[in-house]
């Protein structure tokens, strides 16, 4: 009757258990093979979590558990580039991955401080870029595009009551003409040294494809940015149109209190 051990999915065969026991306690060392593609975050509460489940059934117990990461048959070209780019710590965007001819080719936007020196951020993408060859084969054709990672705080403020009043009327226009979209709401505009922020929240039917709703709110934001030049960025949340039933989402009950106060 215990609910679903969240990390099942991540195991790979079976554990391997070694004990050594000494009344009164029990020393057991165990290993246990896990998906590389588990989250990090998951990766500790499981070091944490599965020693304590033994040690709440014996209680005299000292465990030591070691997680092995290892590789599925099942990963996508995509799963194991994000993997790479993880351990270089580089954040990367947009990976492609094209069949040419037999041959894949694969592109990505890396992304690095925008006071670095070109000669060091050519390095940090080559170096990523012979680990990617390496995992998936010489032949691979690998392209970077670098772009700077804004890593300072903006100081901005509410935009003037006119141009804010300007700015969500013009969002009104545009989602109107979108058919999938409804009840557009929480739209707030920003200002600071590179421009207006835009941020709005909308919904969509729970069937429509995430490439609908993003098609969509793309059209928006090029229609928007074409209207009022000085428009820096739009940032769109798509929520469903309604929820199955008055459960709490999937975030926690602090985080669905704020979402609603913020509607």
């Given at each position: 009757?215990?609910?679903a051990w969240?990390?099942?999915?991540?195991?790979t065969?079976?554990?391997?258990?070694?004990?050594?026991?000494a009344?009164?306690?029990s020393?057991?060392?165990?290993?246990?093979?896990?998906?590389?593609?588990?989250?990090?975050?998951?990766?500790s509460?499981?070091?944490?979590?599965?020693p304590?489940?033994?040690r709440?059934?014996?209680?005299?117990?000292?465990v030591?558990?070691?997680?092995?990461?290892?590789?599925l048959?099942?990963?996508?070209?995509f799963?194991?580039?994000?993997?790479i780019?993880?351990?270089?710590?580089?954040?990367?965007?947009?990976?492609?991955?094209q069949r040419i001819g037999?041959?894949?080719?694969v592109?990505f936007d890396i992304?690095?401080?925008?006071d670095m020196?070109l000669?060091?951020?050519?390095?940090?993408?080559?170096r990523?870029?012979c680990d990617?060859?390496r995992?998936?084969g010489?032949?691979?054709?690998v392209?970077?595009?670098i772009?700077?990672?804004p890593e300072?705080?903006l100081?901005?403020?509410?935009?003037?009551?006119s141009?804010?009043?300007?700015v969500?009327?013009e969002?009104?226009?545009?989602?109107a003409?979108?058919?999938?979209?409804?009840d557009l709401?929480?739209?707030?505009?920003?200002?600071?040294g590179e421009g207006?922020?835009?941020?709005?929240h909308c919904?969509?039917?729970?069937?429509?494809?995430?490439?609908?709703v993003?098609?969509?709110v793309d059209?928006?934001?090029?229609?928007l940015?074409?209207?009022i030049?000085?428009?820096?960025?739009?940032?769109?949340?798509?929520?469903?149109?309604?929820?199955v039933?008055?459960r709490?989402?999937?975030?926690?009950?602090?985080?669905?209190g704020?979402?609603r106060?913020l509607a």
């Amino acid at each position: 009757d215990e609910p679903a051990w969240p990390f099942t999915t991540f195991f790979t065969g079976q554990p391997k258990l070694m004990s050594i026991i000494a009344a009164p306690r029990s020393s057991f060392s165990l290993a246990v093979d896990v998906a590389r593609t588990m989250p990090v975050d998951d990766i500790s509460r499981l070091r944490s979590e599965l020693p304590a489940k033994i040690r709440g059934r014996f209680p005299n117990a000292d465990v030591v558990l070691d997680a092995d990461l290892v590789a599925l048959d099942d990963e996508t070209v995509f799963q194991r580039i994000m993997l790479i780019a993880a351990r270089h710590r580089t954040a990367i965007h947009h990976p492609m991955v094209q069949r040419i001819g037999g041959r894949l080719a694969v592109s990505f936007d890396i992304e690095v401080d925008g006071d670095m020196p070109l000669e060091t951020a050519h390095e940090t993408a080559t170096r990523l870029e012979c680990d990617i060859r390496r995992e998936l084969g010489p032949e691979i054709e690998v392209e970077s595009h670098i772009e700077p990672l804004p890593e300072r705080m903006l100081e901005g403020q509410e935009a003037s009551e006119s141009e804010r009043k300007r700015v969500a009327t013009e969002v009104g226009i545009l989602a109107a003409r979108e058919k999938r979209l409804t009840d557009l709401h929480n739209i707030r505009i920003r200002q600071n040294g590179e421009g207006l922020f835009v941020h709005y929240h909308c919904r969509f039917a729970g069937s429509d494809t995430v490439d609908d709703v993003h098609a969509a709110v793309d059209r928006i934001e090029a229609a928007l940015q074409r209207r009022i030049p000085g428009i820096k960025r739009v940032v769109a949340h798509a929520d469903r149109a309604q929820l199955v039933d008055d459960r709490a989402p999937v975030c926690d009950t602090v985080t669905t209190g704020l979402a609603r106060h913020l509607a």
